[in-house]
């Protein structure tokens, strides 16, 4: 794993890499940190960060934002996979972005009725079923409680 990182430190200059506990693109400082499991898809979670750096990704406006952006930070993985001739699972990739997407299906439940709200662009969420607006923590790692705000 050193060596990959010291081979993709070289030819993205611009991304610092920096031993964590974890993997993430830290948009602030232009920094990819990355962890070492000893397991294949270190290399792909790394790829994937870089191609947060390369892409440019901040911050992110709405659930489906961040959605966006997590596909195009793989699509980019693998083009990159491509180049340096390292084969990323498919299968790896969607239990990712499954992940994302189950976060954003939790986050989006009414906690009164249970179905399906949408977010509004304040990032509260409006169950057309039964009218209840709640909140949410912004926090992507965390569990998504949701706050009723008021009821319509």
Request: glycine share 4%.
């Given at each position: 794993m050193e060596k990959f990182v010291r081979k993709l430190q070289k030819a993205y200059p611009d991304i610092t890499f920096e031993l964590s506990d974890n993997f993430c693109w830290h948009s602030s400082s232009k920094v990819v940190t990355y962890y070492i499991t000893g397991k294949e898809s270190d290399i792909w979670s790394t790829l994937h960060e870089v191609g947060h750096g390369l892409l440019g990704h901040t911050d992110y406006e709405s659930d489906t934002d961040l959605i966006q952006k997590e596909l195009a930070a793989w699509d980019k993985?693998?083009?990159l996979a491509k180049l340096l001739k390292v084969a990323i699972d498919q299968d790896h990739v969607e239990d990712c972005l499954d992940s994302y997407r189950d976060w954003a299906h939790r986050r989006s439940s009414c906690p009164v009725c249970?179905?399906?709200?949408?977010q509004k662009p304040s990032g509260s969420y409006?169950?057309?079923?039964?009218?209840?607006?709640?909140?949410v923590s912004?926090?992507?790692?965390?569990?998504p409680y949701r706050r009723?705000?008021?009821?319509?």
């Open positions: 993985a693998l083009q249970s179905l399906q709200g949408i409006y169950c057309l079923n039964c009218a209840h607006v709640w909140v912004q926090e992507r790692l965390c569990r009723l705000v008021a009821n319509k």
